[in-house]
């Protein structure tokens, strides 16, 4: 397997994951409502500017999907997703970066959002 090194991985990265996401029963009626013509191409420019530093993203990615009705406890199964999908189609130093920075993110939004439901 190879490493994300290209836009053309984070573009692979982002489709698969958020395949994956439109068919898990817990998470896909949060997305229900998106309009995937314009967040997929978000995601794929917020993971290039954080993988491949390209630029481009402005954005608060947290808002848009705080905004969701997502729950903390939904983030164990984004992350499980989302590692799943990077393990399943690379694997190398920006791999592991992507998976580090999703675990973070999981643990920032998990955190804000327990914090938004009061526990």
Known sequence: MKDINAEQDIDLL???FY?????NGTLAPFFA???WEHHLP??????NF???EKP???GNIYDSHSNRGIKAAHFDIWIELFCETINQNFEGEIATKAINKGK???MLFSWKLAEKEGK
């Open 19 to 23: 395949n994956k996401v439109k068919v």
């Open 56 to 58: 481009g993203f402005k």
């Open 14 to 16: 982002v489709t698969t």
């Open 33 to 35: 409502n998106t309009n």
């Open 50 to 52: 954080i993988l491949l």
């Open 104 to 106: 973070e993110l999981s």
């Open 42 to 47: 978000r995601m794929k420019e917020f993971w």
